[in-house]
């Protein structure tokens, strides 16, 4: 088992920044990748970024445009997701979640283990 806590989160102001990290524990051993995701009230949950756990290969959802940066420090077992130019409606609820790379996903809201969450609020 493979235990996610997200932090980071809180207000800011539109045009702001914020960095959310994801401690994993357990068994870290078997991660093979870690995504960031979100989910807005009254909407679905929606990819935002994936990295590699060691290769450090990323994917980025097409609305990050360079404004936010996954990364991922190894020896600490965490994962980071750096928000600049934050807009309104990004306001959401922001999840870490990990792959083991140990069957086939469908989709890449398919994952093994998903931390609890932390609310990122933007105002306007």
């Known amino acids: 088992q493979v235990q996610l806590v997200e932090s980071g989160g809180g207000l800011v102001q539109a045009g702001g920044s914020l960095r959310l990290s994801c401690a994993a524990s357990?068994?870290?051993?078997?991660?093979?990748?870690m995504g960031w995701f979100r989910q807005a009230p009254g909407k679905e949950r929606e990819f935002v970024a994936r990295i590699n756990w060691s290769g450090g290969i990323t994917e980025n959802a097409d609305f990050v445009k360079g404004r936010f940066t996954i990364s991922k420090d190894n020896p600490k077992n965490t994962g980071y997701l750096q928000m600049n130019n934050l807009k309104a409606e990004e306001t959401a609820v922001y999840y870490c979640?990990?792959?083991?790379?140990?069957?086939?996903?469908?989709?890449?809201?398919?994952?093994?283990?998903w931390g609890q969450g932390t609310q990122v609020t933007v105002s306007s």
């Open positions: 979640a990990a792959r083991t790379g140990s069957r086939y996903y469908i989709g890449r809201d398919d994952n093994d283990y």
């Open positions: 357990g068994r870290t051993r078997s991660i093979y990748s």
